[in-house]
DNA sequence: CCGTCTCTTGACCACTTGGTCAAAACGCTA
DNA sequence: TAGCGTTTTGACCAAGTGGTCAAGAGACGG
């Protein structure tokens, strides 16, 4: 194993910006080789040079984005304040919704056909996390500090509802008609408002 | 334009059935002609006898599907109890999620390609449904019989909640651990609390 | 049970697609 | 700047795919 290459790194970057938007707007079996070389700039025996198949360039790019795309959920404080965390957690879920819609699509991609390729990471490094955060909020439910809900649906539902705005997007729009950005500001606002009221303990 | 033939009848029907099928797990692309026609029981060009073409046949699928799909919306009873009504459409949408997760994953993989098939139904019937029911919760709000709420965005929340049982069965399973169907009962619990407290007026 | 219209399919075609390969072009270092 | 490892690509291939077609098999009313 050598280090890589000046051009190497370029490139590979450059392959895997290019097979992300590709994948997130084709699918898998959409996407072609030709398609990703050509957005990459380089030819498709070049593109395979770097990467050894349509494959590999796949799980390249979801594993790469995996950290990304998982952050949010780390950065969730177990020691402050419940309402001020999930709201925090519901707006940063919100921005990568509205600043990196292709990676959610990507995902959501993945998980429609059965998550053949992350089968793993989901009985694995996810799991652990959303088994840790369950924790968290299992310990403010008891706290009295939010109502007893079930913390993985809770979870779910927070997941579901953020990275709606960016999978179904052309819904959205289609729906609210055109409206700039505004659709992220007003959807955080009302989804803040439903989570914190519907989470006041009683 | 004869009457369909009784052949003519149970063919398009079987052909539907089995394009559903292989379009919700692979999408589009992934899709094709020769799986569909095999999982119909039948030969490749005897289906392309009945449906014209690949995408002739997707479409029809879509189309036959769409009206099941908006029914649990239309159900919804202006003149009801909010908190029933909507605990009612959550319930509705549960059980589809459980019982239909075919069509669920279809539409969304629609909807992740930029809904090509669909910008006609977004921007006209769903689009009027979506206006129509708009109305609706912003009277219940009105009467101060909920909390003043974006009823668009509370819509697409109910959406997204219930769907994600299907669309994101995988993950979902794999994070509750296999539960049998527990996790549809759980989950509409869940949602039920979350949206009934959170919409509750103060 | 015949004739006609419907249904079915094997064989085939053009095109796309993932991937290979040999050879040329390039870039770095001594 | 010569030499050598790295990078790049045109040409090519085999498999897969959507779709066609002509001819045979089947259904069914008279």
Same mark, same amino acid.
């Given at each position: ?8 790194t @370029?490139?590979r970057?450059?392959?895997a910006a290019a097979?992300? /938007?590709v994948? &997130? +707007? @084709? %699918?898998? *079996?959409g996407?072609?080789v030709?398609a ?10 070049n593109?395979? !040079? ?5 494959e590999?360039?796949?799980?390249a790019?979801?594993?790469r984005?995996?950290?990304d795309w998982?952050?949010p959920?780390r /950065?969730?404080?177990?020691e402050g304040?419940? &309402?001020?965390e999930? +709201? &925090?957690?519901?707006d940063?879920?919100?921005e990568?919704?509205?600043? !990196?819609?292709? /990676?959610?699509r990507l995902? +959501?991609?993945?998980?429609?056909r059965g998550?053949?390729n992350?089968? #793993?990471?989901?009985? %694995? ?8 955060? =369950?924790?968290?909020i299992?310990g403010? =439910?008891?706290?009295?500090?939010i &109502?007893?809900?079930?913390?993985k649906h809770?979870i779910?539902a927070?997941?579901?509802?953020t990275?709606h705005y960016? #999978?179904? #997007? ?6 609210l008609g055109?409206?700039? @950005?505004? *659709?992220?500001?007003?959807?955080a606002a ?6 914190? #009221?519907?989470?006041?303990p009683?």
């Open positions: 194993m050598n280090k890589p290459t000046r051009i190497q @370029e490139n970057a450059k392959i097979a992300l /938007e994948f &997130a +707007a @084709e %699918g898998f *079996r996407a072609t030709d990703i070389a050509e957005r990459a700039g380089m030819s498709k025996p593109l395979l !040079y770097y990467f050894g198949s349509k590999a360039i796949y799980r790019v979801l594993e984005l995996l950290d998982l952050a959920l /950065e969730l404080n177990p304040d419940p &309402a001020r999930i +709201a &925090a957690y519901l940063r879920k919100m990568m919704a509205r600043d !990196y819609p292709q /990676e959610s995902f +959501a991609n993945e998980m429609l998550a053949p992350m089968s #793993d990471v989901i009985s %694995g490094e996810l799991k652990a996390l959303v088994e840790e955060t =369950a924790e968290v299992r403010w =439910a008891a706290a009295g500090k &109502a007893p809900v079930d913390p809770l779910f927070i997941w579901s509802t990275q960016a #999978d179904f #997007d052309v819904q959205v729009r289609g729906l055109d409206d700039g @950005e505004g *659709r992220f500001h007003d959807g009302f989804l803040k408002t439903l989570f914190l #009221d519907g989470l006041k009683r």
